[in-house]
């Protein structure tokens, strides 16, 4: 798996690369318990940052994948691609490259679009913690962002009712929470990643966009607050978030019928 930064905008085919994913993997997973880093966390023998980028280049349209390592762990992040070929000869062209991260996810996703060629006209924005989202659903996103849509996100309906409620904090904290509203559930979306967008569109986002604290959490919601139109196309249930231990049950569960019905 190539790892060298591509400053020529050119894919290993020469060709320019007009399509890149940014995956930012600087998190620490506190919620997958200590250890390694959330994203270099195993998945069926292989990290699942590895499926990510996978992922990401087995999309027709993606000639270029950014990965955003922890700070201090570029090096580390890049012989780890290296050890992991990717797989499939409609990635033999797709040029991976490593850059550090910062202390946010914002900067993080400003740190590796940074790293994107400016022949790039579209760019993806995928968790590496979202490491099985099949390659149908990368393709129809970038598809979405080239037929005109600056932004777009994948979404599922809701499957559960929501309900709104009055936290409660400080001395208060793990009280009954009182329910102040309950959102119709057909007006709601559960939002997954890649999230794409024309470039120009990310690059005013995060150049005017300022957030305290953790940052954004989603850039489509940064583009929002340019006033600019946010589109929702399907995501797929297999495109789930590995957060929690038993996430990474269902992960191997879907890992492991891919490998059954479709030699994965």
Known sequence: MSATPDHGGSGASGRPARTAAVIPAAGRGVRLGPGAPKALRPLSGTPMLVHA?????????????VVVAPPDGADEVRR????????????????????????????SVRKGLAAVPETVTTVLVHDAARPLVPVDTVDAVAAAVRDGSPAVVPALPLADTVKQ????TGERAGEPEPVVGTPERALLRAVQTPQGFDRATLVA??????????GATDDAGMVERLGVEVVVVPGHEEAFKVTRPLDLVLAEAVLARRRANDGF
Not at 88 to 103: H, K, M, N, R
Not at 165 to 168: A, D, L, N
């Open 53 to 65: 980028v996978r992922a990401m280049a087995g999309s027709r349209s993606v000639s270029l994948v």
């Open 80 to 107: 780890l691609l290296d050890a992991y070929p990717l797989s499939g000869s409609l990635t033999d062209t797709t040029e991976v490259v490593v850059v550090p991260g910062g202390e946010t996810r914002q900067e």
């Open 165 to 168: 409620v009055e936290p409660r």
């Open 205 to 214: 986002a995060h150049e005017k966009i300022a957030l305290e604290g953790e």
